[in-house]
C-alpha cells in the first residue's frame, strides 16, 4: 500500500467515523514535512475540527481493555492514575493496537502515525535551523525523556508478547 493509498484510506475511515473537517486537508506537505493544510478561510472561533469522542483515543477507553488493565496494575510504578498526560498508558494502547495489525479499527490511524518523523529523531541541523534556544532546549530534554519512557516501557512490554509484538514497533526508534 502506497502513501497515498494509506492517507486516502485514512480520511474515508475519518469521514465514516462520524471526523468533521471540512476546510482542512490531510496530509498536506510544507517544505517536505507533512501536516494539516487549510483548504478555506477559518472564521475566528470557527470549529476547525469536530472528532466524537468514540474515535478518541484516550487513557479511559485503555484502562477499559481487560487485557490491558492486567498489565497496568500490575505496574502500578509506570501506569500511575495520577499521571496527568497518561502519555505510557496511551503508548501502551498505541502498541497494543499496533500488534493486532489490520485487525485493528485503528489501523490506518497508527500507519499514519508511524510514518511521521519524530522531533526526537530529528537531524541536529534540523533542530538548529529553528533559532529558537527554548524550542532546541525542550527538543533535547523531550527526546532525552521519551527515550528512557521507552526503554522501560519495552521492558515491560517483553513480559507481554501475547499482548504486544515488540517487531511491529517502528515508531520506538
Known amino acids: 500500500m502506497t502513501e ?7 480520511n474515508v475511515w475519518c469521514t465514516e467515523m462520524g471526523v468533521v473537517a471540512p476546510k482542512l486537508e490531510y496530509p498536506a506537505y510544507f517544505n517536505g514535512a ?4 487549510v483548504k478555506q478561510d477559518i472564521e475566528s472561533g470557527e470549529v476547525m475540527c469536530s472528532v466524537p469522542y468514540s474515535v478518541a483515543l484516550t487513557p479511559t477507553k485503555a484502562r477499559a481493555i481487560p487485557e490491558l488493565a492486567k498489565v497496568f496494575d500490575d505496574h502500578p510504578e509506570i501506569f500511575t ?6 502519555s505510557e498508558v496511551l503508548i501502551a494502547f498505541l502498541l497494543y493496537e499496533m500488534s493486532k495489525g489490520e485487525k485493528s479499527i485503528w489501523h490506518l490511524r497508527i500507519k499514519c502515525y508511524t510514518e511521521c ?3 526526537w529523531n530529528w537531524d541536529q541541523s534540523i533542530i538548529d535551523e529553528t533559532q529558537d534556544p527554548s524550542l532546541i532546549r525542550m527538543c533535547k530534554s523531550r527526546a532525552i525523556k521519551y527515550k528512557q519512557q521507552i526503554q522501560s516501557l519495552l521492558a515491560v512490554f517483553g513480559s507481554y508478547p501475547d499482548l504486544f509484538d515488540q517487531f511491529s514497533f517502528p515508531f520506538c526508534q
Open 117 to 119: 518523523p519524530r522531533f
Open 34 to 37: 507533512r501536516g494539516i493544510g
Open 4 to 10: 497515498q493509498d494509506i492517507y486516502a484510506r485514512f
Open 81 to 86: 492514575k495520577d499521571n496527568y498526560e497518561n
